[in-house]
């Protein structure tokens, strides 16, 4: 089983429209939780961080299940400029050692 | 410079070569981070340093992977006998290190492998 799984899509959703991406992770004893977003050929940038009592950033929610290991990211409003790759993150207890998901790839059309 | 540095950009070589690729964190993160991404993939964990010592290497593929971090700072990563299946983007990244910052890894912009 991979450490950090993610639905590959990819999601196509017009402009405005609401799309969540869901995120499992097997370790149990890990501690911290990110999205990161990828654009095309580009390297991958911070997004957000996931917190245990949820988080929003604008039209980005992010949310966090401890007793499932499940992780997911909520996009309101969705804009063309969404359109990208979007990596769930997970850093293992004991180190900094951070695991990246393969991926889910959204597009965004007009 | 302001961001993660990598060089080369991009390195075609054949099959059998030994390559370096090398990797200059930010200034002052204690902390580097190898990953290799193929297409349509996530970054591939391959090593993580905090200092000069990996402090985890579980990622390294087989021995013919190697990365070095003499000082504290730049870090080389070295590939031995190269096969068409080490083609990919070696992503470099650093972070302010462990107990400090928020765990925000800042990539560089990668070094494209192309093993012929």
């Known amino acids: 089983r991979k450490e950090v799984e993610q639905d590959p899509g990819p999601f196509n959703v017009p402009e405005g429209a609401t799309v969540a991406f869901n995120c499992t992770y097997s370790?149990?004893?890990?501690?911290?939780f990110f999205w990161y977003r990828q654009d095309c050929r580009k390297e991958p940038k911070l997004l957000m961080s996931v917190y245990s009592s949820g988080n929003e950033d604008g039209r980005f929610t992010a949310q966090l299940n401890r007793a499932s290991q499940y992780i997911s990211l909520l996009i309101r409003d969705s804009k063309l400029s969404d359109s990208a790759t979007y990596l769930c993150v997970v850093i293992n207890t004991g180190g900094f050692k951070t695991i990246f998901g393969a991926g889910t790839r959204l597009f965004v059309k007009a | 410079g302001a961001g993660v540095s990598q060089t080369p950009s991009n390195k075609v070589t054949e099959k059998g070569k030994y390559v370096e690729l090398r990797c200059d964190p930010i200034s002052g993160h204690t902390a580097l981070y190898w990953y290799r991404q193929s297409l349509g993939r996530g970054p591939e964990f391959l090593i993580y340093f905090q200092g000069t010592g990996a402090a985890d290497d579980s990622g390294l593929p087989n021995d013919r992977f190697f990365a070095v971090r003499p000082e504290g700072s730049v870090s080389t990563l070295k590939i031995q006998r190269t096969e068409r299946g080490d083609s990919a983007v070696y992503l470099c990244a650093s972070s302010p290190g462990s107990g400090r910052g928020t765990g925000e890894l800042f990539f560089g912009e990668g070094s494209r492998l192309t093993v012929l």
């Open positions: 370790n149990s004893a890990s501690q911290s």
